[in-house]
């Protein structure tokens, strides 16, 4: 009895306080130690960026692109373990979303007070807005003010938003943009950049209206294949553990039978 009271009184506190379980949800830095099932992909693309300077993460929406990211990719990256002088890396992450201009400027907004933030934002928009050279400035803006850094890597996710059909001037304009910035960043020799980028596989064929950055893409993507049985046994299992909690096993069993193989 004493020890039924235990765990309810413990499922009370996680409910009230944290879930390790996102549900719809995307993993962000601050659950990586609650992130499971992909080793083996997390693994696929860091031996992507030892190989080049691009990396896309392909998958079907909702397959767990931005998760991988951000509560796999990048806190491993900060750490050092993986890779030999990856903690040395300066690592910004934007999810381009509706304003993808705008938020690929606050990418490098550092400044704490607001009106320093507003005016840095403005002047990292307008750099990137009017300015083919605009991303090489402000990477090396950036690496210069760590001057421990080795190289800069820019995590921007759902970079679908650039290849979305629109009528709308502006944001084609804006969208091209980004492409050739991006593009003139990498061709920059003497900047030590890397771009890791999320694409949904539907988008894939639109990137081909840009032949120099699908051609790379294609060749250093990393597609997000389904979960095999162990994996998902690892996502239902191991948080849960994490937090002292067991699940009944044919509970877990059953869900697994479910999920294996199924479509995203």
């Not at 920059?188 to 771009?195: D, F, N, P, R, T």
């Amino acid at each position: 009895k004493s020890e039924c009271i235990s765990v309810i009184s413990r499922l009370k506190q996680y409910s009230f306080n944290f879930c390790p379980y996102r549900g719809p949800h995307p993993f962000e830095e601050k659950h990586a130690d609650y992130y499971f099932g992909r080793e083996t992909l997390i693994q696929n693309v860091f031996q992507s960026l030892q190989q080049s300077n691009v990396c896309a993460v392909v998958g079907a929406s909702g397959s767990g692109k931005t998760s991988l990211l951000r509560a796999g990719v990048i806190p491993r990256l900060s750490t050092g373990k993986d890779i030999v002088d990856s903690k040395h890396w300066l690592i910004r992450y934007v999810a381009l979303g509706a304003q993808p201009l705008k938020n690929l400027a606050t990418a490098f907004t550092i400044a704490q007070q607001e009106v320093d933030i507003a005016n840095q934002l403005s002047q990292a928009e307008e750099l990137l807005q009017h300015e083919s050279t605009g991303l090489v400035n402000l990477a090396t803006a950036a690496l210069l003010k760590q001057p421990t850094a080795t190289k800069l890597w820019l995590v921007i996710d759902q970079f679908e938003e650039l290849l979305i059909p629109t009528t709308d001037l502006k944001a084609q304009q804006d969208r091209y943009q980004i492409i050739n910035v991006l593009i003139t960043a990498l061709r920059c020799s003497s900047l030590a950049l890397g771009i890791i980028i999320s694409l949904r596989s539907d988008a894939l064929d639109n990137l081909m209206s840009y032949p120099e950055l699908f051609a790379l893409v294609v060749h250093s993507q990393v597609v997000i294949p389904p979960m095999n049985y162990q994996a998902i046994r690892d996502v239902i299992e191991k948080p849960a553990e994490k937090l002292g909690l067991k699940i009944d096993p044919h509970l877990v069993h059953n869900l697994t039978l479910d999920l294996t193989g199924a479509p995203g």
